[in-house]
């Protein structure tokens, strides 16, 4: 990586640290939108995967009950593992064009859902079915775009969870994404071990983006600066998927 890369690195990781310290999530989907818009998707995975492990265990531990949690969203979480490791072959594939154009795709999807999307709750009846289908799904499109919020994310705010409880569950799928994506492509032999120190690096960014983020929700509406994260993060899904019809 040359001087430039570890600018956009750097800078990348502080602005997504901002935007998890602001609304508690955010961190991968930031770092791969920005990151794979300048980098080839595979690399932005593997450097994202560093500071997302550590941010989202330092969430993860927080919460008021590690244990009850697990036990109810282990099939999910056991779903996510299978699904990553079935869909990385896509991110490990060197399909430059399409892992950006599928990346492109999920983050128009999570910004569109989340903007326009009624809060709805799932009823606890489909939850034995659902949560383990959410959690395939979820692990289909980690191992494909490096991304890990749909359809977790939505899926986990329709439950009948407490503000508490699902930051931590959040912090929960968001780990055992992280740990899911690294050994799936450490399996497909994708996991440049050159990436790992850059990706160690990323961390003091992105922990310094989280408290400066944490110090911005005191002093603006947390709702505004999601919305507007988020347009910004629809307008860069609809860039990358646009950009191999430009280029070709």
Do not use: H
Not at 21 to 26: A, R
Not at 52 to 61: A, R
């Amino acid at each position: 990586m040359d001087q430039n890369d570890i600018v956009i690195i750097t800078a990348t990781f502080f602005l997504a640290g901002i935007v998890k310290g602001v609304t508690g999530m955010g961190l991968p989907t930031v770092a791969m939108g920005v990151l794979g818009a300048v980098l080839s998707p595979l690399t932005a995975a593997t450097l994202l995967l560093v500071p997302s492990f550590v941010t989202n265990v330092w969430q993860l531990l927080t919460g008021p009950g590690f244990k009850p949690l697990l036990r109810r969203l282990w099939p999910m979480m056991a779903a996510v593992v299978v699904g990553t490791f079935v869909g990385s072959s896509l991110l490990a594939g060197g399909a430059a064009g399409r892992t950006t154009s599928a990346l492109g795709l999920t983050l128009i999807a999570y910004a569109a859902y989340t903007l326009c999307a009624v809060p709805r709750r799932i009823p606890s009846s489909w939850q034995p079915v659902a949560t383990p289908l959410v959690g395939f799904a979820t692990g289909l499109v980690t191992g494909a775009t490096g991304v890990f919020v749909i359809p977790a994310v939505p899926y986990l705010q329709a439950l009948d969870l407490d503000k508490e409880e699902l930051v931590q569950a959040l912090g929960l799928s968001f780990t055992v994404s992280t740990i899911a994506l690294a050994l799936a492509l450490g399996f497909q032999g994708a996991l440049p071990a050159g990436n790992l120190v850059p990706s160690l690096l990323a961390v003091v960014p992105a922990l310094i983006g989280m408290a400066a983020g944490q110090a911005i929700r005191q002093r603006i509406s947390p709702s505004a600066f999601r919305r507007g994260f988020l347009i910004c993060l629809l307008l860069l899904g609809c860039e990358m998927v646009l950009r191999p019809v430009f280029a070709g």
